[in-house]
């Protein structure tokens, strides 16, 4: 059973930096994808933050390029979000999504979240 976990949401002034992790653990699994999302408020729709392969190759939502830099370490199955300068409205719980594959199934896997608060 392959389960993610979140880790490194919290509180931070305007302008700052904070780092989320997000961890997948399970057995003869591989990452094919994995990212951040966050909920449009209201609604059931998932806007994109930051997302990357497990070749490495990185896609970011708009609001996000230049400040946002995504990486993943393979050998830990591990990502991480480095988010700098950091803006009130992007006040929001984090949800981490991984698309794994194990010799079975292609599946998708949520984490429950990380608050992020940007606010002085």
């Known amino acids: 059973q392959v389960q993610v976990m979140e880790s490194g949401g919290g509180l931070v002034q305007p302008g700052g930096s904070l780092t989320l992790s997000c961890a997948v653990s399970g057995s003869g699994f591989s990452i094919k994808y994995i990212g951040w999302y966050r909920q449009a408020p209201g609604k059931r729709d998932w806007n994109l933050v930051a997302e990357i392969s497990g070749g490495g190759n990185a896609n970011y939502g708009d609001s996000v390029k230049g400040r946002f830099t995504i990486s993943i370490d393979n050998a830990k199955n591990t990502m991480y979000l480095q988010m700098r300068n950091l803006k009130p409205e992007e006040t929001d719980v984090y949800y981490c999504?991984?698309?794994?594959?194990?010799?079975?199934?292609?599946?998708?896997?949520w984490g429950q979240g990380t608050q992020v608060t940007v606010s002085s």
């Open positions: 999504n991984a698309l794994a594959q194990d010799a079975v199934r292609t599946g998708t896997y």
